[in-house]
């Protein structure tokens, strides 16, 4: 029998930074936006990210799309174009 990993659960005020994070928000505009402080908006992002076991912000990121923790239809900032040589 093997065993089913399931995915991590992160408190909805963790899954409010994750999604601000992925959308391209800095701590600053997140905790104004939030009205908390940018040290309460890193806490929480520590906590996702034992969640999730991410070692980075983007792993943070890229771990919660992949278990779907990011609510479908949030807006992502599209990719970055690359640049075509003249």
Known sequence: MTATKTAPYLAPAEERIVVL??????YAAIAAQLYIT????????RRAMKHV???TTSELIALAIGYRLIPAGVALPAPPTPAVPK
């Open 21 to 26: 994070m992925a959308q391209g928000h800095r």
């Open 53 to 55: 076991g991410a070692r």
């Open 38 to 45: 940018p040290d309460t908006v890193k806490s929480y992002r």
